[in-house]
């Protein structure tokens, strides 16, 4: 195979594609990549890699680039300049890179997979959540007293990408885990939704409950007034000291009037996910919370199993997620995005929703095959 090599007048480009910083000496940058992909070339041609795919000269760059940063950022230009100049330096970056290329490239373990990046459960899914998250980026965030929607939506959604980039490479049990995560923030997500400001300033005050909790222990003085508030609260409900933290954590459910505040409990199960309606995902989360804590069950699970559940599962939450997106957001984006979005929709929900019935089926034929077993 005839490796090439990008040549210096069009190598500014790659450094522009790969976001390089100002720091960067591109003459150093471009040695180091000469000397790697020199180095790789060999091997090739002494018939010591077999069957390699061509190389990919921007990811082959990025390694250099990754390398060389992470080396001089913190240096003063002196620092930097003996660096540069050190060519045993220079020699051992070059080999750590083509070391690291060939790890990602040609000697990468990889999972046995159930999917890829490239199959319509994954790329239909894959598509529609960037879009919203796209979206999103267009509005304030990171301010929790005015954007906490915006903010719960963009971590749902980036929860969302994180199951389908781990079942793409074959990591099921984590994307059930992450799920999990997913199913925590959806049902806070939900209940804000549907019962607006009031519930959303005590989630609010909840919030710097938590905060002086963790840091109470230090700085009494400024936490003692926000202790005392704490006590009243729960005085009214008829807590105790030792129902302090669960208090911080769901005390903010009370008035939400799902369950009456008598018989609401400060937990996940039968308190958030109960008053969020979804309840009926109880036995799933459970099973996702005894991957995260079981061993055994981590090591030795059904792959196909846990696919099929955290696919449907994220699926379930992905068509309650959009739902809140396009009420909230639908009449506020741009006419031009209006326009994209129903496109998009109108092209992708359909497919969607027949993906997650026929992914349910196939779950179903599995549980009945195994019982018959």
Same mark, same amino acid.
């Given at each position: ?215 109470? @222990? ?148 599995? @549980? ?6």
């Amino acid at each position: 195979m005839k490796i090439k090599k990008i040549e210096r007048e069009n190598f500014d480009r790659v450094l522009t594609i790969l976001n390089a910083p100002n720091i960067t000496n591109h003459d150093y940058v471009y040695e180091v990549y000469s000397m790697a992909n020199e180095a790789i070339k060999e091997l090739v041609e002494q018939n010591i890699l077999k069957n390699i795919q061509p190389i990919n000269p921007v990811l082959l760059t990025g390694y250099v680039l990754g390398e060389y940063i992470y080396s001089v950022e913190r240096k003063s230009l002196e620092e930097k300049k003996v660096f540069e100049d050190d060519q045993e330096i220079k020699n051992q970056m070059a080999g750590v890179v083509a070391d690291k290329y060939l790890s990602g490239d040609y000697f990468n373990y990889k999972e046995k997979r159930i999917t890829n990046k490239f199959m319509p459960p994954m790329s239909s899914l894959d598509l529609y959540l960037n879009f919203m998250l796209n979206v999103l980026n267009t509005y304030p965030k990171n301010d929790p007293s005015s954007t906490l929607i915006v903010d719960l939506l963009i971590k749902s959604i980036s929860l969302a990408r994180c199951v389908v980039e781990l079942l793409e490479n074959g990591h099921e049990t984590e994307a059930m885990a992450s799920w999990r995560t997913l199913h925590e923030c959806e049902s806070t997500l939900l209940v804000l939704d549907r019962f607006g400001e009031a519930i959303i300033q005590k989630y609010l005050k909840h919030m710097k409950y938590g905060i002086a909790f963790k840091i109470g @222990k230090n700085n009494r003085e400024q936490t003692e007034k926000i202790f005392e508030e704490i006590k009243k609260e729960m005085k009214e409900h008829n807590l105790k000291s030792k129902d302090t933290k669960k208090y911080i954590e769901y005390g903010w459910l009370y008035g939400t009037n799902v369950v009456p505040d008598s018989e609401l409990k400060l937990n996940f199960g039968d308190g958030l996910e109960t008053v969020a309606g979804l309840h009926q995902y109880s036995a799933i989360y459970e099973t996702s919370s005894e991957i995260v804590h079981s061993t055994p069950m981590l090591i030795y699970s059904n792959k196909t199993y846990y696919y099929l559940l955290a696919l449907i599962s994220t699926y379930e939450s992905f068509f309650r997620i959009e739902k809140i997106f396009t009420n909230l957001f639908g009449q506020k984006i741009t006419p031009a995005q209006r326009a994209q979005y129903n496109a998009m929709r109108n092209v992708y929900y359909s497919q969607l929703i027949a993906i997650h019935r026929k992914e349910s089926d196939n779950l179903k034929d599995l @549980k009945n095959r195994t019982i018959k077993k």
